[in-house]
């Protein structure tokens, strides 16, 4: 469990990877994050010591341990001294010196570790975080810190983050945040006498990445603490064009999604305008209507502003499902009147799959199914609307209509059937009148 906060004082707490805001319902084990980080759920691993678990008083019995639901037989990693050991099991026995320090992970969700404990007692090498996860709102500052101890700390001590490595001189050699330029000028890094802290300014939706503090030249590979920003955006659903003006649908849009009922408020030309109870809200606007959004409670971080108006409109063409194989031409429109650029993208993608207003598909696959982002860029911003493309698979659609035709069928034979039945029923009605007055005939005869 770790605590996050934010600056105005607002505490988040982030338990079993659910991101919890004040008075938020807890949900163990379900949470989740969305958007530039890959959906996870934190196991909230801890190490458990057992020196009596075995029988040979020099080796210890370690044991991976969680309060959270894991997945049925998982494999564990287990990290001794920061490099990994091949050991698949929850538990791990070894003999250990007293600078050795330990940690797991359970495959395929490395990036959330248990702490780093040290095997005996406080002897060992070790690098302890102060929080292993923190959320913070974009525009906010943020400070990680940690506390070091051991022998053989000598060297240059800076802040990195793994996420960076690709702008590295060299993979296995960490360099410091500071000179990033992505972080420029928004980076102030303190060190003291077994402690330092990272401080974070003007915090972006791209900073949500793990930090790592690093002591001399060997790279570090012990778990950092992992930063998650919440980025607020508003993105157009539909847009409706008319005398009266622009009616749209507006998406409160988040980098991070927290866990727990949350309600949204939004903002109209600097006022705050109305409050829902989901991410999504419609109203008439009109030319020069600003509107921006954040979650109640948390008001000073809320999204840019954008104008309604300026929303570009989108469609799909031909409209409904789209059979596999075939072709579809998805459009954008704006009333936007200077040079502007027109950007296609797909939903949790970072590279723009087309450019222009037209972006045509012409041989159509599943894969394709999702939500597309139309953007519109002049000089005054950016002006991003969706629209949804649903694609089937031609045996999908054989299938269903095979379906309808049986339908049909069997509902024609049903009423040729009920309309037999009931000139039956009519006709024996009808003989059955013609021969009782011939009956009462006969009987006045005798």
């Known amino acids: 469990m770790g605590l996050t906060v934010a600056a105005g004082g607002f505490i988040l707490l982030l338990l079993c990877g659910s991101v919890h805001l004040p008075h938020a319902r807890e949900d163990q084990c379900e949470g989740r994050f969305s958007g530039p980080v890959t959906s996870v759920r934190d196991p909230n691993l801890q ?53 050795d320090s330990v940690y797991c992970a359970v495959k395929g969700l490395e990036n959330f570790p248990s702490p780093q404990i040290c095997v005996h007692m406080n002897t060992c090498n070790n690098i302890i975080y102060m929080e292993q996860k923190m959320i913070a709102f974009s525009g906010s500052s943020v400070d990680i810190s940690c506390s070091y101890s051991g022998r053989g700390y000598d060297g240059p001590k800076f802040w990195f983050s793994p996420e960076r490595s690709h702008l590295w001189r060299n993979l296995s050699t960490p360099e410091d945040l500071s000179r990033d330029p992505q972080y420029n000028g928004r980076v102030k890094t303190s060190v003291g006498k077994g402690r330092s802290t990272l401080t974070i300014t003007n915090l972006r939706g791209t900073d949500s990445a793990q930090y790592r503090f690093q002591i001399g030249g060997r790279f570090n590979t012990l778990p950092g603490t992992t930063l998650f920003v919440i980025a607020l955006q508003v993105q157009g659903i539909s847009v409706t064009v008319s005398q009266a003006g622009t009616e749209a649908e507006l998406r409160c849009q988040s980098s991070c999604i927290p866990a727990g009922p949350l309600s949204y408020v939004w903002f109209q030309n600097g006022q705050k305008h109305r409050t829902e109870n989901s991410s999504t809200y419609t109203d008439q606007f009109q030319p020069g209507d600003n509107v921006s959004c954040a979650f109640i409670g948390y008001e000073d971080y809320r999204s840019p502003s954008i104008e309604p108006c300026r929303l570009p409109s989108v469609s799909v063409s031909p409209s409904g499902q789209i059979v596999e194989g075939s072709s579809v031409t998805l459009s954008c429109s704006s ?24 972006f045509t598909i012409t041989h159509v696959r599943l894969e394709h199914s999702g939500n597309y982002y139309c953007e519109v860029q002049d ?21 269903i209509m ?9 509902l024609l034979v049903l009423s040729v059937l009920l309309v037999n039945l009931w000139t039956r029923k009519k ?13 009462f005939v006969e009987m006045r005869e005798r």
């Open 47 to 99: 190490v458990n010591v057992n020196r009596g678990g075995v029988l040979i008083s020099s080796w210890t019995e370690l044991r991976c341990v969680s309060e959270c639901c894991l997945p049925s037989q998982p494999s564990y990693i287990w990290y001794k001294n920061g490099h990994r050991v091949e050991e698949e099991s929850s538990v791990y026995r070894d003999i250990f010196d007293n600078v």
């Open 335 to 358: 009333d936007v009147k200077a040079a502007a650029d027109y950007t296609w993208y797909k939903e949790d993608e970072d590279s723009p799959v087309a450019s222009g207003q037209i």
């Open 379 to 399: 000089s005054k911003g950016r002006y991003k609307s969706m629209v949804h493309l649903f694609v089937v698979t031609k045996n999908l659609t054989v299938l």
């Open 402 to 410: 095979n379906i309808i035709r049986l339908t049909l069928l069997v």
């Open 427 to 439: 006709k024996g009605k009808t003989q059955r009148f013609n021969t009782e007055p011939t009956e």
